[in-house]
């Protein structure tokens, strides 16, 4: 099933924790850490905007990038936005999927620690949505 646009909240499948944003950042206008956030916390709302076959995602009305493997939310026009698929997970329940980079297949990796940041090493379980 392909997700449409809309509003939804990521979930690690693995850890059951919610991942966004770290909720304590600098002011710099610097890329922001995508993290694991504690069990307990307010699920941050991620948006998804369908671009053909691929979507763009925005947490706290910034859009997302891949950097070096790790994945930020940016507050500035560059750099651009990272195009994604998503795409049901293989072999795990409904509402399981796997976010990837469109341009270099890179996979999302949701961190099992408390706000460690999530990066893009393809080893990752699937995401909740």
């Known amino acids: 099933m392909s997700l449409e646009d809309g509003n939804y909240t990521i979930t690690s499948h693995s850890s059951d924790q919610f991942v966004g944003r770290n909720m304590a950042e ?18 941050p709302m991620w948006e998804l905007r369908r671009e053909g076959p691929n979507c763009k995602l925005s947490i706290g009305g910034n859009h997302t990038a891949g950097i070096d493997n790790k994945l930020y939310a940016i507050l500035i026009p560059e750099p651009i936005a990272t195009e994604w698929k998503i795409e049901p997970a293989e072999q795990a329940e409904e509402g399981c999927y796997t976010i990837t980079q469109a341009d270099n297949g890179a996979r999302w990796a949701a961190p099992e620690e408390m706000y460690e940041q999530a990066s893009m090493d393809g080893s990752a379980s699937p995401l909740l949505f």
């Open 26 to 43: 600098d002011r710099s206008v610097l890329p922001k850490r995508v993290v694991s956030l504690p069990l307990g916390m307010q699920a």
